[in-house]
């Protein structure tokens, strides 16, 4: 029989849909599913409602060392805490869109976060997305995938999200903040955004997230161990 992989790894750039493929698999494969991006989001968020500058690296790192983040994932969503505080409806806000990628750029709360992460994915039969899982939380992952798609692509399905939140943006606009969010990620000196050598890329610009999974779960098949 085949084994399929215990620590699956799924980076890639803003708004390509690493977060619903996790939750997708997770839930075909009866995984634990971790969003990373989420744990940052939530650092972000704790500052600005602290009135800590963004700016201030040491201030924010600090935060990042002492509070206590929880991510439990339910059927169609995760419930994040910090300190016991549900916070999940106040990630997406658009001030900490426009702040999360400096915060998550600093190496102190990268440092912070990683070493959560790599606790829970010591359980196995675990997924973490975000943006460096295959090449620095978890670089002996057992399958590691690239999720993309097309800046336009992205774009659109930025600003539904935006837009079902109540939030009046155009594509433009989302465009925009995509294009600025790619470049910071990848040019950042710590962790920058990029494929793991033994990634698999899945671009999914055309695809349902229905077809999408499938491919997935082809990608993990193919790497499935196979024993006697």
């Known amino acids: 029989m085949s084994i399929l992989p215990r620590t699956i790894a799924i980076d890639g750039p803003a708004a390509s849909g690493k977060s619903v493929l996790a939750e997708r ?10 969003d990373t991006g ?28 002492t509070i206590e983040i929880n991510v439990v994932p ?11 505080r549900d916070v999940s409806d106040e990630l997406h806000r658009p001030e900490v869109d426009r702040n999360v990628s400096a915060v998550s750029a600093y190496a102190g709360v990268r440092r912070a976060m990683t070493e959560q992460q790599r606790r829970i994915a010591e359980r196995g039969n675990v997924i973490l997305a975000g943006r460096d899982i295959g090449t620095v939380v978890l670089p002996n992952a057992e399958c590691k995938i ?8 992205r774009a659109v399905r930025r600003m539904k999200d935006r837009l079902a939140r109540g939030q009046q943006v155009t594509w433009q606009e989302m465009r925009a903040e995509i294009l600025k969010r790619d470049e910071f990620d990848s040019s950042r000196s710590v962790a920058p955004l990029r494929a793991a050598d033994d990634a698999v ?3 999914n610009s055309d695809l349902t997230i229905d077809e999408t999974v499938q491919r997935a779960l082809e990608i993990l098949q193919a790497r499935a161990q196979v024993t006697a």
């Not at 698999?25 to 971790?34: I, K, N, Q, R």
């Not at 339910?74 to 016991?84: K, P, Q, S, W």
């Open 74 to 84: 339910l059927e169609h969503h995760c419930v994040v805490t910090v300190n016991g």
């Open 201 to 203: 890329y899945l671009d």
């Open 146 to 153: 690239f999720l993309t798609a097309s800046v336009d692509a």
């Open 38 to 65: 989420l744990m940052y989001r939530a650092v972000t968020n704790e500052a600005l409602t602290r009135g800590i500058p963004i700016h201030a690296q040491d201030a924010v790192t600090q935060l990042a060392e």
């Open 25 to 34: 698999l997770a839930d075909a494969l009866g995984y634990f599913y971790l």
